[in-house]
């Protein structure tokens, strides 16, 4: 089957725009998404929450605000008691451990994902 000529150019240009996308997403991932220095976020909202008798986890989305500087995270959290998620409390992120965290349970196929554990809560200053 011959490709004409327009054809190679569209399939050039989407690859193009592929790997632009690629290197935004990198360059966000090392230099925007992951500062080392803890922050301190109120909790928001929450979406989930609920026991994944599979996982033996609680799964949800936390939705937190940086109190300095009002930016906004969501992180994908599994832990073993939900007690602890208490919506206007404020918790430190260090979202380079969080993000660590995470990494190390890529593999799991329950846990994939998702920051286990809790998050530390500190007063709201």
Request: aromatic share 12%; with cysteine.
């Amino acid at each position: 089957m011959k490709i004409e000529k327009h054809t190679k150019q569209v399939l050039a240009w989407i690859t193009i725009v592929i790997f632009i996308l690629a290197l935004i997403i990198l360059i966000s991932y090392y230099y925007v998404i992951e500062p080392s220095t803890p922050i301190i976020a109120k909790l928001t909202g929450t979406d989930g929450g609920s026991f994944v008798e599979s996982a033996g986890f609680y799964e949800g989305m936390l939705q937190l605000t940086d109190i300095k500087t009002n930016n906004r995270y969501i992180v994908s959290t599994c832990t073993q008691d939900w007690s602890w998620v208490k919506i206007d409390s404020c918790y430190k992120l260090n979202l380079k451990e969080i993000n660590t965290n995470m990494e190390s349970h890529k593999y799991s196929a329950e846990l994939s994902g998702c920051y286990v554990g809790r998050l530390e809560s500190v007063e709201c200053k």
